[in-house]
């Protein structure tokens, strides 16, 4: 990924004021794109879209993924070269609350960007952002790679799944004599400063920690690839970097931490409490929850292979970054140039 590549490159992001959204917009307007969003309004109160002002720095339009007409009209107004899907229901336990909603937005929201464009001849590089949870989960130790069955269990992975589908047969039926590259990146959990939603595991441990309270833990034994949100970010602007200049590089990519950093939701409470100090434990959640996959590793020797890449932080230095963000939020300092010194810092590694 070259910084320079990004300079005047007409980027399009779906799901800008969502927290990985705000991340990727903010790194690309740093690096001289012309930055156009298309989203809902934030989905939390406090967001990260909100703090750093991100609408003074790119074009923000307001809309629902699954409005084809808006979406269309949007995308042709701005006519861009290279496009990230990041709209999405993005949550496990709200897809067993709301499964049509997590199904069009998810499922008709893929369909209508594709559709979208289809009429846009603009466009040279989508890099389709989906889930790790994309796997049909045999509950084994074994990473799951590209070729592996999509079957994801719950109605979020499962919907999910279908998005990955949507875009394969697009490519095949309408862009396979186009000059555009697609992928699709399926990351693991990611964590970082501005994180706010509900239902995950950082988010919870830092309101714990500012009520000084014990963290409740939903499912403390199950394991998951944890990652710095910078580590999936970079990932994707390498690919669609990539892709742009060379089509053959357009595919289906795993992105997520060595097997070192996959670790249990417990032990990752344990980290960010030795992290944050101050005598914060945490307990089990004594509530039965929905089902979820209890084990759940990546193999992405694929992306490595062919871009030459490995993770830059560990997962407790993504919680100490997580935890240096927390921390500069709670009085009022600079995020920005937070934000920029940990960029610059994950750069330089």
């Not at 279908?162 to 697009?170: F, G, K, M, Q, R």
Request: proline letters at 5%.
């Amino acid at each position: 990924m070259q910084k320079d590549f990004w300079e005047g490159k007409r980027v399009f992001i779906t799901g800008h004021t969502g927290f990985k959204g705000s991340w990727l917009a903010f790194i690309l307007q740093s690096f001289g794109a012309k930055v156009t969003g298309y989203s809902l309004e934030p989905p939390t109160n406090p967001n990260l879209f909100s703090l750093i002002k991100l609408n003074k720095y790119i074009h923000s339009a307001r809309g629902d993924i699954r409005n084809l007409t808006v979406l269309r009209k949007i995308l042709n107004q701005h006519q861009p070269e290279i496009i990230f899907h990041l709209a999405a229901q993005p949550l496990v336990l709200e897809g067993y609350k709301n499964p049509p909603l997590t199904y069009e937005t998810n499922v008709m929201g893929t369909v209508n960007l594709f559709e979208s464009i289809r009429n846009c001849d603009s466009v040279r590089s989508v890099v389709n952002v989906t889930t790790d949870k994309v796997y049909h989960n045999n509950e084994w130790t074994y990473a799951y790679r590209e070729t592996d069955l999509l079957d994801g269990i719950d109605p979020y992975s499962n919907s999910k799944s279908c998005s990955e589908l949507i875009t394969n047969c697009y490519i095949r039926s309408f862009f396979s004599d186009r000059p555009i590259a697609v992928s699709t990146m399926r990351a693991g959990n990611v964590i970082g400063g501005g994180d706010f939603a509900e239902f995950r595991i950082i988010p919870d441990c830092i309101r714990a920690a500012f009520r000084n309270v014990p963290i409740e833990v939903r499912n403390p034994n199950s394991v998951r690839p944890y990652q710095h949100v910078l580590e999936p970010l970079f990932a994707y602007l390498t690919v669609a970097q990539a892709q742009y200049e060379d089509a053959s590089f357009a595919g289906n990519y795993n992105v997520g931490p060595d097997e070192s950093d996959c670790v249990t939701t417990g032990e990752l409470a344990d980290i960010f409490c030795n992290a944050w100090g101050n005598g914060l434990k945490w307990k089990t959640q004594a509530i039965e929850q929905p089902r979820e996959a209890n084990f759940l590793k990546l193999d992405c020797s694929k992306f490595k292979a062919k871009f030459n890449w490995t993770p830059r932080w560990t997962v407790r230095e993504a919680v100490d970054k997580t935890i240096d963000w927390t921390k500069i939020y709670r009085v009022k300092g600079s995020l920005i140039g937070c934000m920029i010194n940990q960029i610059e810092e994950y750069l330089e590694r």
